[in-house]
């Protein structure tokens, strides 16, 4: 199974919402990550997590939030966000951070839409 | 630092003809490279990857790529094109004693009937 689920598929909401995003895989694998793609652009990564840990932020507002709960689960919480945040957010995962050659696996993304 | 040139952003393309999309990377180590593709509305789908050994490297639905060292390319081939292969085709680097992956700006691939 290389599958990577991804809820909701669609989210609309107001810039004084709170929501979350949710992500789940069952491979096993250690590294979760969060990335944004902008329509015609490729993705750009915001957060990684290994072994349930955050290990890196790419310099993301405060206005998104992970949490990784356990290895199989990776959420992304939203507040106060602005009309520039709508975007594909794109949920993959890999064996292991830290090795160059490891690929990663993407799920179908949520598509999000800031009014 | 690595980098990723897709110089062409669409490839219109009749069906059942060849098409190759360009890659060019630059890195003072050694890379990994990687093709993905993204349909619409959907996830990115790895199509096939280098990581050493044999330098052409296929998938299970036709497509082909060739690592050229001496070229820094990692061009994208099929033989012959069917509508359903209409989508976004992205190549990524990584590098040794690095994880994060560097994607090129992406080729809108259509096919016409």
């Known amino acids: 199974d290389t599958e990577v689920t991804q809820t909701p598929k669609h989210l609309v909401m107001g810039m004084t919402n709170k929501k979350s995003l949710k992500c789940e895989q069952h491979?096993?694998?250690?590294?979760m990550y969060w990335y944004k793609q902008k329509a015609k652009k490729p993705p750009e990564l915001m957060f990684v997590y290994s072994y349930e840990k955050l290990s890196i932020n790419e310099s993301v507002p405060s206005r998104f939030s992970p949490e990784c709960p356990n290895s199989s689960l990776l959420n992304l919480h939203l507040h106060a966000l602005q009309p520039e945040d709508s975007a594909l957010y794109l949920c993959?995962?890999?064996?292991?951070?830290?090795?160059?050659?490891?690929?990663?696996?993407f799920g179908p993304g949520t598509r999000l839409t800031v009014l | 630092a690595q980098s990723v040139t897709q110089l062409d952003s669409q490839v219109p393309v009749f069906e059942e003809a060849p098409v190759e999309l360009r890659c060019n990377y630059s890195?003072?180590?050694?890379?990994?490279l990687f093709w993905y593709v993204q349909y619409p509305n959907q996830g990115l789908q790895l199509l096939l990857k280098?990581?050493?050994?044999?330098?052409l490297v296929e998938s299970i639905n036709g497509f082909e790529a060739e690592f050229n060292k001496s070229q820094t390319s990692f061009h994208l081939r099929k033989p012959s094109v069917h509508i359903s292969d209409t989508a976004e085709y992205f190549c990524a680097v990584t590098a040794s004693g690095t994880y994060k992956y560097i994607f090129g700006t992406g080729t809108r691939l259509k096919v016409l009937a």
């Open positions: 890195s003072s180590v050694s890379v990994y």
């Open positions: 280098y990581l050493s050994g044999s330098t």
């Open positions: 491979m096993g694998h250690r590294a």
């Open positions: 993959a995962s890999s064996q292991d951070r830290g090795r160059s050659t490891d690929t990663q696996y």
